[in-house]
Nanobody, 117 residues
Framework: QVQLVESGGGLVQAGDSLRLSCAAS????????MGWFRQAPGKEREFVAR????????YYADSVKGRFTISRDNAKNTVYLQMNSLKPEDTAVYFC??????????WGQGTQVTVSS
């Protein structure tokens, strides 16, 4: 099993930046990719960004391209999401996701990001 602990959420103003962190523990040797999803009130959970663990390839939702950057620290089993130029529509609970080579998935508890206009 893999456990995920997120941190870094908060309340900011439009245009500000935040950095989210997600630390993985447990059977992390099987990490294929880690990523971030978000869920706004009344909406479904949506993909934000993903990074493959070995090659470091990155993928982004169109809505965050050019503003958000996902990165990883393999030694710390940690993934980061640097969020710049935040907009009110970025307000959501952000969830970290772990995915193994066998497609086992684990989710963090979520961290709230609120962007005021």
């Amino acid at each position: 099993q893999v456990q995920l602990v997120e941190s870094g959420g908060g309340l900011v103003q439009a245009g500000d930046s935040l950095r989210l962190s997600c630390a993985a523990s447990g059977r992390t040797f099987s990490t294929a990719a880690m990523g971030w999803f978000r869920q706004a009130p009344g909406k479904e959970r949506e993909f934000v960004a993903r990074i493959t663990w070995s090659a470091g390839s990155t993928y982004y939702a169109d809505s965050v391209k050019g503003r958000f950057t996902i990165s990883r620290d393999n030694a710390k089993n940690t993934v980061y999401l640097q969020m710049n130029s935040l907009k009110p529509e970025d307000t959501a609970v952000y969830f970290c996701q772990f995915r193994s080579f066998t497609n086992y998935q684990s989710w963090g508890q979520g961290t709230q990001v609120t962007v005021s206009s």
